[in-house]
Nanobody, 124 residues
Framework: QVQLVESGGGLAQAGGSLRLSCAAS????????MGWFRQAPGKEREFEAA?????????DYVDSVKGRFTISRDNAKNTVYLQMNSLKPEDTAVYHC????????????????WGQGTQVTVSS
């Protein structure tokens, strides 16, 4: 079992930045593809970013956050990050960390483990 705890959410102005952290426990995340999803009010949870395991980890982003969000990981700290820059009001959502992502036919990912989420609110 992997437990994931997100932090770093809060209120930001449009154009501002936030950095989310996801601390994992239970087992090392070094062998897992990790990712971030978000769920806006009244919408389904959607994939935002993923990072593979190992040296030279590859990253994958949904088009709406490319160039603005950066996912990274520190396996020594068992932690994954999401740096969010140039925030927009439409980025307002609950952001969930996820572990052990498997690619699915739709081009998205299906995680095995979820965190509880952290709220991000972007004001205009």
């Amino acid at each position: 079992q992997v437990q994931l705890v997100e932090s770093g959410g809060g209120l930001a102005q449009a154009g501002g930045s936030l950095r989310l952290s996801c601390a994992a426990s239970g087992r090392t995340i070094g062998d897992y593809r990790m990712g971030w999803f978000r769920q806006a009010p009244g919408k389904e949870r959607e994939f935002e970013a993923a990072i593979s395991w190992g040296i030279g980890a590859t990253k994958d982003y949904v088009d709406s956050v490319k160039g603005r969000f950066t996912i990274s990981r520190d396996n020594a700290k068992n932690t994954v990050y999401l740096q969010m820059n140039s925030l927009k009001p439409e980025d307002t959502a609950v952001y969930h960390c996820a572990a052990d992502l498997r690619a699915v036919a739709s081009g998205s990912y299906s995680p095995r483990y979820w965190g509880q989420g952290t709220q991000v609110t972007v004001s205009s």
